[in-house]
Nanobody, 122 residues
Framework: QVQLVESGGGLVQAGGSLRLSCAASRLTFSSYAMAWFRQAPGKEREFVTA????????EYADSVKGRFTISRDNAKNTVYLQMNSLKPEDTAVYYC???????????????WGQGTQVTVSS
């Protein structure tokens, strides 16, 4: 059974940084695109960023462009989300997801992690 396990969430002040990690197991990691989504209280889960299998292609939501960076290490079966200049509106549960071929469309992702909480205080 495929497992995606996020880590690195926490409480940070506005303007601060966090680095999330998502470790994959029982998955041919290098064959899968990876993405990060987030869900704030009372809101729908939304796309944040995605990276293709090789790491050469990425996409970002406009709200995080220039502040967040997605990367991956196929040798470690891990995808990362570096979040800088955090804002209170970035507060959410962050989920990683996997599918073959990256897309912004939530419903097209096959595998999901359990999520990690990020809270940004003002």
């Amino acid at each position: 059974q495929v497992q995606l396990v996020e880590s690195g969430g926490g409480l940070v002040q506005a303007g601060g940084s966090l680095r999330l990690s998502c470790a994959a197991s029982r998955l041919t990691f290098s064959s899968y695109a990876m993405a990060w989504f987030r869900q704030a209280p009372g809101k729908e889960r939304e796309f944040v960023t995605a990276i293709n299998w090789s790491g050469t292609g990425t996409e970002y939501a406009d709200s995080v462009k220039g502040r967040f960076t997605i990367s991956r290490d196929n040798a470690k079966n891990t995808v990362y989300l570096q979040m800088n200049s955090l804002k209170p509106e970035d507060t959410a549960v962050y989920y990683c997801a996997a599918r073959r071929g990256y897309t912004r469309v939530l419903d097209e992702y096959n595998y999901w992690g359990q999520g990690t909480q990020v809270t940004v205080s003002s």
